[in-house]
């Protein structure tokens, strides 16, 4: 099984400022398989980017992903307030499909 | 609109089966990939396995062959069991579609339910 630990467990902002987080995988990920999605409380989560650096529809170009291999970024540019959320990996590169344990992004 | 309704007991007991329908409506479920996933109470994800209309499955190996999915396609609905349940399946249980995205090789959890709780307690 692919294990995905992001890090930082919690990051906290001010608006404005840039968000940089990471997911590290224990082995090989193609970066068309790996994805990333923002869960803000009480909803379900929402995809951000696929392919690693493709932004889904509607998603604001503030969000930028990166990375190849076992090293993935989600830069969040221009913090607002909306943003405060969590965000997972995921990995589809081999089953079990599996999610990191998530970054909670606090805007001060 | 595509939406994705997940309902069932909230509470069931150990040792019991856990039964759980995701209602689908804005798109049928023929010719996708459905999903169910679990959110502990702690926050973690956790993907518990896909069904096709065709009857391909997958499941995660760490629930132990306890997971059972079908695909009603005259209802629109997706199912899931999971059986002998112990209060570390206690969680949100959500479905989700494997979609395409606009590149033909990425794929993603495309369209999610909002989640039904259930707690495992005698």
């Known amino acids: 099984e692919i294990v995905l630990t992001q890090s930082p467990d919690t990051l906290s902002l001010s608006p404005g400022e840039r968000g940089t987080l990471s997911c590290r995988a224990s082995q090989y990920v193609a970066s068309g398989n790996l994805v990333w999605y923002q869960q803000k409380p009480g909803q379900a989560p929402r995809l951000l980017v696929y392919g690693a650096s493709s932004r889904a529809t509607g998603i604001p170009d503030r969000f930028s992903g990166s990375g190849s291999g076992t090293d993935f970024t989600l830069t969040i540019s221009r913090l607002e307030p909306e943003d405060s959320a969590v965000y997972y990996c995921?990995?589809?590169?081999?089953?079990?499909?599996?999610f990191g344990g998530g970054t909670k992004l606090e805007i001060k | 609109q595509v939406q994705l309704q997940e309902s069932g007991p909230g509470l069931v007991k150990p040792s019991e089966t856990l039964s759980l329908t995701c209602s689908v409506s804005g798109v049928s479920t023929k010719n996708h990939y459905w999903n169910w996933i679990r959110q502990t109470p702690g926050k973690r994800l956790e993907w518990i396995g896909y069904i096709h209309e065709s009857g391909r499955s997958r499941d995660n190996p760490s629930l132990q062959s306890r997971v059972t999915m079908s695909v009603d396609t005259s209802k629109n609905q997706i199912s899931l069991q999971l059986t002998s349940v112990t209060a570390a399946d206690t969680a949100l249980y959500y479905c989700?579609?494997?979609?395409?995205?606009?590149?033909?090789?990425?794929?993603?959890?495309?369209?999610w339910g909002q989640g039904t709780l259930v707690a495992v307690s005698s």
């Open positions: 995921q990995q589809y590169e081999d089953a079990p499909l599996t």
């Open positions: 989700a579609r494997w979609g395409e995205t606009s590149d033909p090789n990425c794929r993603a959890f495309d369209y």
